[in-house]
């Protein structure tokens, strides 16, 4: 059995509602996600979203892989631009500009075929200078056909509330699914959060400085921090929530088991 077998057998053993099968960077494995997303479904029957990153992809590509998807009998897909490869020369003729244009190609091509997800920013796109203009090119996306969105990872719950009410206020009434990413490795999340644009709250920061260079406490430590941020979201009527694994299943594992009562509970 593969890794990534495995890693596949270990989540979906979680019972989650959905298994969210990514691109590599710069979409490097692409051409799996619709093989490993029909795997769950068949071998788990475990619903899979197959993410679908235009940049790396030309229009008669996405096409191509539309149809691979639908054969495949795979029904959610999130749309996304995907960052931009510093070799690229973009935006090209081949090539939608914005996640919106794809959406709408999507369904103007499926109809209702699909359920389509979109990425969304508590705390702006990184490209975009003024968070209000992200939250009008977030309603050109759902206008386009988008049925949810995911958001990027938040550190702070309220960032996120705050959102939500922004979002609101324009009008956008899709379900938003709230993306937690537990933390195991502090280095690594400064470089993503540089990358991403995304904050880290003092708290957050004294627990990084502070384990650092202990990967033991590290890890326990991030695990207790998701564990809350998702007892919080959960407490306060959130209940659309999407769990980053990082194809770590034992993170994961580890989450779920602190939440279970309260889990149960939701399901009673």
């Given at each position: 059995?593969?890794?990534?077998?495995e890693?596949?057998?270990?989540?979906?053993?979680?019972?989650?509602?959905?298994?969210?099968?990514?691109?590599?960077?710069?979409?490097?494995?692409?051409?799996?996600?619709?093989?490993?997303?029909?795997?769950?479904?068949?071998?788990?029957g475990i619903?899979?979203?197959?993410?679908?990153?235009?940049?790396?992809?030309?229009?008669?590509?996405?096409?191509?892989?539309?149809?691979?998807?639908?054969?495949?009998?795979?029904?959610?897909?999130?749309?996304?631009?995907?960052?931009?490869?510093?070799?690229?020369?973009?935006?090209?003729?081949?090539?939608?500009?914005?996640?919106?244009?794809?959406i709408?190609d999507?369904?103007?091509?499926?109809?209702?075929?699909?359920?389509?997800?979109?990425?969304?920013?508590?705390?702006?796109?990184?490209?975009?200078?003024?968070?209000?203009?992200?939250?009008?090119?977030?309603?050109?996306?759902?206008?386009?056909?988008?049925?949810?969105?995911?958001?990027?990872?938040?550190?702070?719950?309220?960032?996120?509330?705050?959102?939500?009410?922004?979002?609101?206020?324009?009008?956008?009434?899709?379900?938003?699914?709230?993306?937690?990413?537990?933390?195991?490795?502090s280095?690594?999340?400064?470089?993503?959060?540089?990358?991403?644009?995304?904050?880290?709250?003092?708290?957050?920061?004294?627990?990084?400085?502070?384990?650092?260079?202990?990967?033991?406490?590290?890890?326990?430590?991030?695990?207790?921090y998701?564990?809350?941020?998702?007892?919080?979201?959960?407490?306060?009527?959130?209940?659309?929530?999407?769990?980053?694994?990082?194809?770590?299943?034992?993170?994961?594992?580890?989450?779920?088991?602190?939440?279970?009562?309260?889990?149960?509970?939701?399901?009673?």
């Amino acid at each position: 059995m593969s890794r990534m077998d495995e890693i596949i057998r270990d989540i979906a053993a979680l019972h989650p509602d959905f298994i969210s099968v990514t691109y590599g960077a710069g979409g490097s494995t692409s051409k799996r996600t619709v093989e490993i997303a029909s795997k769950i479904q068949d071998t788990y029957g475990i619903p899979a979203m197959a993410h679908l990153t235009c940049v790396s992809s030309t229009k008669e590509e996405v096409v191509t892989m539309l149809d691979r998807i639908e054969e495949n009998h795979i029904e959610n897909i999130l749309a996304l631009r995907g960052d931009i490869p510093q070799d690229m020369d973009f935006p090209s003729p081949q090539h939608y500009r914005y996640a919106c244009e794809l959406i709408q190609d999507i369904r103007s091509q499926k109809g209702d075929r699909f359920c389509i997800g979109g990425a969304c920013y508590p705390e702006g796109h990184v490209e975009c200078e003024h968070k209000e203009d992200d939250i009008d090119y977030l309603k050109q996306k759902v206008e386009s056909g988008c049925d949810f969105l995911t958001t990027q990872m938040f550190f702070d719950n309220n960032v996120f509330y705050n959102f939500l009410y922004r979002i609101m206020a324009k009008g956008i009434q899709v379900p938003v699914v709230a993306g937690v990413m537990p933390v195991t490795n502090s280095r690594q999340i400064k470089r993503s959060c540089e990358l991403s644009g995304t904050t880290l709250p003092p708290r957050f920061k004294a627990i990084a400085d502070t384990f650092s260079d202990k990967p033991l406490a590290m890890k326990q430590a991030g695990i207790a921090y998701a564990t809350e941020q998702i007892i919080d979201l959960l407490s306060n009527g959130v209940n659309h929530i999407h769990l980053y694994t990082m194809n770590n299943p034992e993170i994961a594992a580890k989450i779920m088991d602190n939440l279970s009562g309260i889990l149960r509970d939701e399901e009673a």
